[in-house]
């Protein structure tokens, strides 16, 4: 497999900066919004959107991370058992603006199982998606309103988002198979 380094660690920091900004200017400020992250680099990358924002605004901002294992739709057919983690939104999202936040866009399923994981739990005023890389390929109507890179990529290519808290360093991959095509 080849590996092509698409953002660097100064890159992801720009790219966060930028994509805070965007937020804060999009609603003329950060009144009413939360920051929701979609486990797992969802969850870090809304932790730093989240704190970029508070450093800007100069205030607190709610951030919740969400676990959206039962509420995907390819879980069905599978023999081995999902690995549930917590979803820990410890404030009201009913009339917030929120801003849903993952690494990767692909197909939209993830987003999707996300709003209804949100549905579930209150009645937000407005979701918001922002997403570090959009790979296209969507199976369903679904696109970023905060987009920190468009990478138009292949079947036989898939993104990897590398982060320090997980990885040991902020990077992005783009990742060539030999294979004909990559699973889904």
């Known amino acids: 497999m080849k590996k092509t380094k698409i953002i660097d660690a100064a890159g992801f920091q720009r790219t966060i900066n930028r994509l ?3 937020i804060v200017e999009k ?3 950060a009144e009413n919004l939360a920051v929701i992250g979609i486990r797992t680099r969802g969850d ?3 932790r730093r959107i989240a704190a ?3 450093e800007i605004e100069k205030k607190p901002i709610p951030m919740g991370t969400l676990d959206i294992t039962l509420y995907r739709d390819d879980l069905r057919g599978r023999l081995d058992q999902p690995q549930l983690q917590s979803t820990q939104i410890l404030f009201d999202i009913t009339g917030k603006t929120l801003v849903l936040i993952d690494d990767v866009l692909f197909t939209g399923r ?3 199982a996300a709003l209804n994981a949100l549905m579930d739990i209150g009645r937000p005023a407005e979701i918001q998606l922002l997403v570090l890389v959009d790979r296209g390929h969507r199976e369903l109507p679904i696109k ?3 987009v920190g890179k468009n990478v138009p990529t292949s079947m036989k290519q898939k993104i990897d988002v590398l982060m320090n808290e997980v990885d040991g360093e902020d990077a ?3 990742v060539e198979s030999e294979e004909t095509e990559i699973k889904r």
């Open 110 to 112: 993830t987003i999707r």
């Open 44 to 46: 870090y990358l809304a």
């Open 172 to 174: 992005v991959f783009l």
């Open 20 to 22: 805070a900004h965007e």
């Open 144 to 146: 970023a309103d905060f």
């Open 52 to 54: 970029k924002i508070e």
């Open 27 to 29: 609603g003329k400020g």
